[in-house]
């Protein structure tokens, strides 16, 4: 499933961390927006491991599901190039 995940984060030591782990998960689209195409149970993991960084009463985070229907949708301009979801990888 796809999600989009946003980020505003108070430290910057917290704002590093959050940032490290969102690319663990996925694809950079804004400096704090991330295209995360998860599993369910490999989502949850990494949103708990994002509220652990977080500073609750000084940060924002926030994750919005995208349906299949509305990923056909999605538009971007400009220098933003959406990724692709991979089919294959040869090693």
Known sequence: MLRLVAYDVADARRLRKVSAVC??????????VFECDLEEQVFQEFWERLLKLIDPEEDRLISYRICAG???????AGVVE??????????
């Open 23 to 32: 690319r663990d998960y996925g694809l950079r689209i804004e400096y704090s």
């Open 70 to 76: 509305c990923v056909a949708e999605i538009r971007s």
């Open 82 to 91: 959406r990724p692709r979801k991979v089919l294959l990888y040869i090693v």
